[in-house]
């Protein structure tokens, strides 16, 4: 189960930086983590519980948390999003959100050229074409 969860923090962690090793996540990735397992849920925890706790798991001067540090975030994170579970069932019930997940793709440009080609090739929708 715990390797699953890791490797979501890994794919994550190497969303959007190819020089990324996958051993250390940002703040950008872990927000996005978080939005995209729905950990974030905008009524219990919203996006700024979300940049607190990554504030207060990593390092004085560190940009980034590593598996260990996300783990206690998720831990930190836990109460809040399952407020009527114990802390041990409340962290299984998100580490089940997360693990096992990937980074969503925001296609918006995928989706509109998708639109445009098919204008083109329906010829039903052209006038006067009979």
Not at 69 to 83: I, M, T
Request: glycine share 6%; charged share 35%.
């Amino acid at each position: 189960e715990m390797a699953s969860l890791e490797e979501s923090f890994r794919k994550f962690a190497i969303y959007g930086d190819t020089k990324a090793t996958g051993q250390e996540m940002n703040g950008k990735n872990w927000a996005k983590l978080c939005k995209d397992c729905k950990v974030t849920d905008g009524k219990s925890v919203t996006s700024t519980d979300v940049d607190i706790v990554f504030s207060k798991v990593k390092g004085k001067t560190a940009r980034v948390i590593n598996y260990e540090e996300f783990k206690k975030a998720l831990e930190e994170l836990a109460p809040k999003r399952f407020k009527d579970k114990s802390k041990e069932e409340a962290y299984e019930a998100i580490c089940q959100l997360v693990a096992g997940k990937e980074p969503i793709n925001v296609g918006v440009t995928k989706a509109k050229t998708v639109g445009a080609v098919e204008r083109l090739t329906d010829t039903s929708k052209y006038t006067g074409s009979h």
